[in-house]
């Protein structure tokens, strides 16, 4: 009787296990699996694009391009708001919300690819896609924290782990997170040899470390160049690491995926549905002021008129399909810069000129590159016939500092008004102007408001009591972030 009891509890422990182990069978989504299962090459292409199309070219860059007066905000909605200086726009925390959440959504998918390209992980010997990785960190960290300053990063990505992440010091993310994490990064791609572990899903690079190890070098003549202000002795090492970026061959960082046709740039597709963006004065007088030839693809004469926004201007700022625009803006097969090989020589020729050294040869190559992006970037190149090439442009003009940076305001009027922020605001911190803005509105009535940095994002800022508190204490219009003057 006892054997028979035993065999039977014997049986149904066999019938409830085949049970369970069919339920965990039936329960598992096999075309879904786990994100700690999943190869990190096949997470990194969604970090790249990511990076690209809304941490680099979202709301963020196209207030930016209204600050910088690099682009007229126009449309009788958000952007016109953003040139009128209107604070409900300006200052809100829901404005830059949609680049705050996929900015640290992306953060989170770079920690993952990171952990399992790190040793022990998944993809330990993968050390390409951690390099990869890295970079891309230092990227999207540094654009948070340039536009934002103390920002949540140590304990932000973290998911469920950390619902409330604190809020960390500019000068400890970028120790850490920015040039840090470049370090790094740098290290493991030189590691990384000939591996390529991510040629088809890397759509940046195809794989090829070597031209990720020289994005690398130029972000961090980049970052380095923001610091500036607190460490003057920097300018060596920006040289050192920007010439580290040409050894190692950087050519841009220009995502060229886009098409036109089945797929558009972020910057065309915005414009044409919300026709928010025309060109600016403050540029089209640069430009006039130089007889500069990219000023016919800058101030394209789209809708047959030729009509430019004057920063601050009530009247033109309710204004849709009258103003001219910049021909890009027309063409949805433009890449989109996550750092431009125009940007790179003008930080190698402002370095160089702030230490006294001979940098003419530096500007001609950054101004000839700018000249080469436009044309590219022409939607009607069969029209446009630049009456001289950059290097004789360039050849007519002063290499002073002033001469540099309005260089470079104008190249990165393509897509690269993040950084013409950051100069701007770094150039300040330094005592000097050397593009003047023009919109009566940034000062009204003996008041400030330009603003110094971009408000958090309104997911955070009504989730976490940490960001809350900051949100409702800082100042966009006085609080400098610590890297451009402000405190830590």
Same mark, same amino acid.
């Given at each position: ?114 952990? +399992? ?7 330990? $010997?993968?050390?390409?896609? *951690? %390099?990869? !990785?890295?970079? /891309?960190? #230092? ?59 991510? +040629? ?7 794989? $090829?470390?070597?031209?990720? *190890? %020289?994005? !690398?070098?130029? /972000?961090? #003549? ?267």
């Amino acid at each position: 009787m006892k054997k028979n009891i035993l065999v039977a509890l014997a049986s149904l422990f066999m019938v409830t296990s085949c049970s369970e182990d069919v339920m965990d069978k039936i329960n598992k989504d096999n075309n879904n699996p786990g994100i700690d299962v999943v190869p990190a090459k096949f997470s990194i292409t969604d970090a790249i694009m990511s990076s690209a199309f809304s941490t680099i070219s979202g709301n963020y860059a196209w207030l930016a391009s209204s600050f910088t007066e690099q682009e007229f905000g126009t449309g009788n909605n958000q952007l016109m708001k953003a040139e009128l200086r209107n604070p409900s726009e300006v200052a809100a925390s829901t404005t830059y919300n949609n680049e705050w959440n996929s900015t640290y959504a992306n953060i989170a998918n770079l920690r993952n690819i990171i952990k +399992k390209t790190s040793p022990g992980g998944l993809n330990a $010997d993968q050390t390409d896609i *951690l %390099g990869m !990785a890295q970079t /891309l960190f #230092a990227l999207n960290m540094g654009v948070l924290t340039d536009l934002h300053g103390n920002i949540p990063c140590s304990e932000a990505g973290m998911g469920a782990a950390i619902l409330n992440p604190k809020i960390d010091t500019q000068e400890s993310i970028y120790a850490g997170s920015v040039l840090g994490m470049l370090n790094e990064a740098i290290v493991n791609l030189k590691a990384a040899g000939l591996l390529n572990n991510a +040629k088809a899903q890397d759509i940046l690079f195809e794989g $090829d470390a070597s031209k990720w *190890l %020289g994005f !690398a070098y130029a /972000l961090k #003549a980049r970052y380095l160049l923001h610091t500036q202000f607190r460490n003057p002795a920097v300018l060596t090492e920006v040289i050192a690491a920007a010439n580290e970026a040409l050894a190692a061959g950087f050519d841009g960082a220009d995502l060229s995926v886009f098409n036109g046709v089945t797929t558009d740039n972020p910057w065309t597709a915005f414009f044409w549905s919300r026709a928010y963006t025309g060109t600016s004065s403050t540029v089209v007088d640069l430009m006039k002021e130089r007889n500069d030839n990219r000023l016919v693809i800058y101030n394209f004469n789209m809708h047959k008129n030729n009509l430019y926004g004057t920063p601050g201007d009530e009247v033109q700022a309710g204004l849709t399909e009258t103003l001219n625009a910049p021909s890009w803006l027309n063409n949805g097969a433009c890449s989109v810069h996550l750092l431009s090989k125009s940007e790179l020589y003008f930080i190698l020729a402002e370095a160089k000129t702030r230490l006294g050294q001979d940098a003419s040869a530096d500007f001609t190559k950054a101004v000839e590159t700018s000249f080469d992006d436009y044309q590219v970037s022409d939607s009607d190149p069969k029209e446009t016939k630049f009456e001289n090439n950059g290097s004789e442009y360039a050849a007519g003009l002063p290499v002073t500092l002033k001469e540099i940076m309005v260089q470079k305001y104008l190249s990165q009027c393509r897509d690269e008004q993040i950084e013409a922020y950051n100069d701007i605001r770094r150039c300040q911190a330094l005592g000097e102007n050397w593009i003047e803005l023009k919109n009566p509105l940034n000062n009204q009535k003996g008041v400030n408001y330009w603003p110094e940095r971009f408000p958090y994002g309104n997911s955070s800022v009504i989730s976490n009591p940490i960001i809350n508190e900051a949100f409702n204490n800082i100042d966009i219009y006085k609080d400098k972030v610590w890297l451009f003057g402000g405190e830590k």
